[in-house]
Structures are given as C-alpha cells and as structure tokens.
C-alpha cells in the first residue's frame, strides 16, 4: 500500500467503475451509466488533484467536492442495481469501495479543518 491511502483506493474504485460502466449492456443506459462514469471517475481526480492544492482552503475544496461525487456515485449505483442493470454482486462490491472512500473523506476534511470527534 501506498503512502497516501486515500489516492491509491480512490484510483482502484475509479478503474472499478469504468470497469463496471463498460460492462454494462442494457439498452438505452447510456444517460445512466455516463453520469455514474462521470461522478465515480470524479472522485479519485478530485482527490489527486488536492495533493497540488494552492492553499488549505483549496486543499478543502477538492476533498469536499469527491466526497459529494462518492454521494453522487453511490445514487446513480442503487439506481443501476434496481433498474436491474447490475447484479446484487457488481452493486454490493461497488458500493463498499465507495463508502470505504466516503469514510475516508470525512476523515480527512475533519481533519483538514481541525475539526476533533469531541467537537462533532
């Protein structure tokens, strides 16, 4: 494992995702399967990109928009499952990556801000 644990499952869930989304075969899912490309893909390059942050507060920024495109991803994942254009499996091993990575998040914007479990 890497130094920086966050990017290294941030990359692995984003080569997960576009895995899953070209796998996809059901007709007229394209409108669903680009949006969950387009947020899963956004998580890890958001993260990676707060590594060259400019300031703290941009160092923020960028964590707190991949932890909303992990929210974004999860929504359009339970919307692939239950529209059945994923299986249980693809949706369960998907979705636990993207959490790992939420909790993650949170984690580190907490800590980024200063903000202790005492202060929550």
Same mark, same amino acid.
């Given at each position: 494992m890497s130094d920086n644990k $966050? $990017?290294?499952l941030s990359f692995e869930f984003a080569v997960a995702v576009v895995n899953l989304a070209d796998s996809i075969k059901t007709p007229k899912s394209s409108y669903i399967t680009d949006q969950f490309a387009r947020a899963g893909t956004s998580v890890g390059a &958001?993260?990676?990109e707060a590594q060259y942050a400019h300031s703290k507060a941009d160092? @923020?920024?960028k964590l707190e @928009?991949? $932890?909303k495109e992990s929210n974004e991803t999860s929504y359009?994942?339970?919307l692939m499952f239950e529209t059945g254009r994923i299986d249980e499996v693809q949706y369960k &091993?998907?979705?636990r990556l993207c959490g790992n990575i939420r909790r993650l998040l949170i984690a580190s914007c907490s800590t980024a801000k200063g903000i202790t479990k005492n202060d929550q």
């Open positions: $966050l $990017l290294e &958001n993260i990676h160092f @923020i920024s @928009i991949a $932890l359009w994942l339970k &091993n998907t979705e």
